[in-house]
Each structure stands twice: as structure tokens, then as C-alpha cells.
């Protein structure tokens, strides 16, 4: 449903400038945005997309993956078209850059998607697949009503909102899955076609300021963000930023796209990601995409015991009782 957006400046010309993510497209009459989702039509900003759902369907939290909230929980997970990045191995390439004309999408409004989330059991809505930021009226419409209905909420993003858009949405998300894809402007240009990333930390401390649950995903990719100074650079911002116990998941990159002609992460590159994030004082990290790899599981920050056992998604044991791990009784982040 095309909708007017709700932040936008207009300029001299019949121009406008949106104001939702930090490209802050200039765009003129009749023209779209970088991210193809907005278009300016006789000088005012409209958004192609409000209530436009191309994949729907109910996942475990751990796909997200978000592991120190509700584990095992059933998440409503939903996603539209469109991205304001480029990642040449994105894995939803087919709805992130869709072609103009061709959305297959059908329009679920946000009354609707609550209520279906509701029917459905699960703890929450969580905004995914494709980029939410894009998505952002229609994310605040169905955050705010989802948060009457008594669910929580969730953004699985690349973290590049703006400022004032975050302030927005921020009163109604319960749950922040950010990527943070390299520590540097030639791998964010190489992976998102960003000049500037600082931007997307000061959203991340930001968010864990409004009390968000945080955690952080880097897809190691080889060659583009495998390097110890970028993985220690992570590591060490979100330590010193986000504090030690927000969880950090590294995860196995795949060959797609254009880079099909890459190899899969090796697992030792992850585990090297992993001692780097141990090493610069981070309690709780962990590899994705290596199912039965030890380092899936939660083990207690303190004492070192076995809290909680995964297979993949699934959870497999879960020790921690009222939140604390049962043989030292420390507190463990995140809820349970
Ligand atoms: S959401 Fe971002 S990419 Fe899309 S039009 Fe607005 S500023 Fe440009």
C-alpha cells in the first residue's frame, strides 16, 4: 500500500530528502530513493511498501539468531522487499533487491499481523528477511499495537537508521539484532556500499540506552572481514561500547551471488573470531552456521557450566533456573 512517509524534508524544486536511514537520499520529482521503496511523487515522499509482506512465517528466536532472550521461544517473523545496502553474498537477494513492478507481496495490515501473531502463540513479532528500516511506518503502526496486545518486538537489521527514525520506533522494540559486517569504511563500501559506518554504533549504544536487548552479529566473510584487526576491532567496541555481556554471534558465511566464488568460512577462521572476542573480554560468544560445533551452547560467564545445550535451532537443555546459573547462582544477561 503506498502510504506518505512520515520523515522527509522538502527542498527547492520539487525535491525531498528522507530522513529514515543515513543515506538521506536527495530525491527528485518522479524519482525513487536508493533503496527503490520510496518515491517522490509532485514534491511529497511516499512509501511503496506499508503493510507489503513477501515472507511470513513462525521461527525459533535462535534463528535470528538472538539466544539470551526467551530461549526456544516462537517468534512471528515478517519481511517486505527492499534494502538500503548491497551485500554482494546477501542471502534474500531476490526480495531485498527486488525489480520494480515485480513485488509479489500481499498486504497484511498492522491490526491484522497482530492478531495473527497472537492466534499463532508466539512471544513476538520480529521484523526480518529484508530490511525493517525501510519498512519503518509500518513497523512503528504494528510495534505500538503489538506492544498493547502484551507481545514483544523485534528488529533484525543492519543497524544504518537514522537518528530521529530510531527515536521513533525505538519506544516499541524490545529486542535489537544488529549486524556490525567490518570494522572498517573499505569493507562497510565493499559489503554495504556505505561510506560511513560510525553511524550504526551510535544507533547500537543508543538502543542499549532505551533498555533494548541487544545482540550483535558479524558474518565472517573471507577475504572482506576475516583479518584480526577487523574481527578485534568488533570485539572490542562492542565490549567497551555495549558491555561485556552482550552476546556476539560470528557466523559462517556461505558462497552466494556474487560471491559464489568464495569458499565457506573454515571453521578455525570462526574459532580464531572467537578467542579474539574471549580475548578482548566479551562473556558470551558464538559460532552460526556450524551445527554441532561446542560453541553454540551457553556456558556461565562465571563458573564455566553448561546452561544451555543447542542443536542448531533447537533447544536442546536448558539449566538456568529464575535466571541464574544453577551450581554459582550468577545472574546470567538477557531474559529467561
Ligand atoms: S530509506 Fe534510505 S535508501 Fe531509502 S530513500 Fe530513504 S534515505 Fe534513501
Known amino acids: 500500500m503506498k502510504k506518505e512517509t512520515i520523515l522527509y524534508e522538502k527542498l527547492d524544486n520539487n525535491?525531498?530528502?528522507?530522513?529514515?536511514?543515513?543515506?538521506?537520499?536527495?530525491?527528485?520529482?518522479s524519482r525513487s530513493g536508493w533503496c527503490r521503496t520510496r518515491v517522490?511523487?509532485?514534491?511529497?515522499?511516499?512509501?511503496?511498501?506499508?503493510?507489503?509482506?513477501?515472507?511470513?512465517s513462525i521461527n525459533p528466536i535462535e534463528k535470528k539468531p538472538v539466544f539470551h532472550f526467551y530461549p526456544g521461544s516462537k517468534w512471528f517473523s515478517v519481511g517486505s522487499?527492499?534494502?538500503?545496502?548491497?551485500?554482494?553474498?546477501c542471502q534474500n537477494w531476490d526480495i531485498s533487491h527486488w525489480?520494480?513492478?515485480?513485488?509479489?507481496?500481499?498486504y497484511i495490515s498492522p491490526a491484522e499481523l497482530v492478531s495473527r501473531a497472537k492466534a499463532s502463540g508466539c512471544l513476538g513479532i520480529s521484523w526480518t528477511f529484508n530490511e525493517p528500516v525501510l519498512w519503518l511506518e509500518y513497523t512503528i503502526d504494528g510495534a505500538?499495537?503489538?506492544?498493547?496486545?502484551?507481545?514483544?518486538?523485534?528488529?533484525?537489521?543492519?543497524?544504518?537508521?537514522?537518528?530521529?527514525a530510531f527515536d521513533l520506533i525505538a519506544p516499541f522494540l524490545d529486542v535489537y539484532r544488529v549486524d556490525i559486517k567490518a570494522f572498517s569504511e573499505r569493507t562497510y563500501m565493499r559489503t554495504g556500499h556505505?561510506?560511513?559506518?560510525?553511524?550504526?554504533?551510535?544507533?547500537?549504544?543508543?538502543?542499549?540506552?532505551?533498555?533494548?536487548?541487544?545482540?550483535?552479529?558479524?558474518?565472517?566473510?573471507?577475504?572482506?572481514?576475516?583479518?584480526?584487526?577487523?574481527?578485534r576491532g568488533i570485539a572490542s567496541w562492542i565490549k567497551n561500547h555495549l558491555g561485556p555481556d552482550t552476546p556476539w554471534h560470528v557466523t559462517r558465511f556461505y558462497p552466494h551471488l556474487e560471491l559464489a566464488h568464495l569458499y565457506p568460512t573454515p571453521v578455525s577462521v570462526l574459532e580464531k573470531a572467537w578467542a579474539i572476542g574471549k580475548d578482548e573480554g566479551l562473556w558470551y560468544v558464538?559460532?552460526?552456521?556450524?551445527?554441532?560445533?561446542?560453541?553454540?551452547?551457553?556456558?556461565?560467564?562465571?563458573?564455566?557450566?553448561?546452561?544451555?545445550?543447542?542443536?542448531i535451532f533447537e533447544i536442546v537443555k536448558n539449566s538456568i533456573q529464575?535466571?541464574?546459573?544453577p551450581e554459582c547462582h550468577t545472574v546470567i544477561p538477557g531474559r529467561f
Not at 543515506?23 to 520529482?29: A, L, Q
Not at 525489480?99 to 500481499?106: A, F, R
Not at 538502543?207 to 552479529?217: L, P, T
Not at 559460532?287 to 563458573?303: A, D, F, I, R, S
Request: some cysteine; charged content about 25%; overall charge negative.
Open 99 to 106: 525489480k520494480q513492478g515485480e513485488m509479489h507481496t500481499e
Open 15 to 29: 525535491k525531498v530528502r528522507c530522513g529514515v536511514c543515513q543515506r538521506r537520499c536527495v530525491i527528485s520529482e
Open 286 to 311: 558464538y559460532l552460526g552456521n556450524v551445527p554441532g560445533h561446542k560453541w553454540e551452547n551457553t556456558c556461565c560467564h562465571q563458573c564455566g557450566a553448561l546452561l544451555l545445550e543447542r542443536d
Open 194 to 231: 556505505i561510506k560511513e559506518f560510525r553511524g550504526i554504533l551510535l544507533i547500537a549504544e543508543k538502543a542499549k540506552r532505551y533498555g533494548m536487548h541487544v545482540e550483535i552479529v558479524t558474518n565472517v566473510t573471507p577475504g572482506f572481514n576475516d583479518s584480526e584487526p577487523e574481527l
Open 81 to 89: 522487499v527492499g534494502c538500503n545496502f548491497r551485500c554482494p553474498g
Open 40 to 56: 517522490n511523487e509532485g514534491g511529497r515522499l511516499y512509501s511503496l511498501i506499508y503493510g507489503e509482506v513477501s515472507s511470513l
Open 322 to 325: 529464575d535466571g541464574k546459573c
Open 144 to 164: 505500538r499495537l503489538a506492544k498493547e496486545e502484551g507481545l514483544y518486538t523485534n528488529h533484525v537489521t543492519n543497524g544504518f537508521i537514522s537518528e530521529e
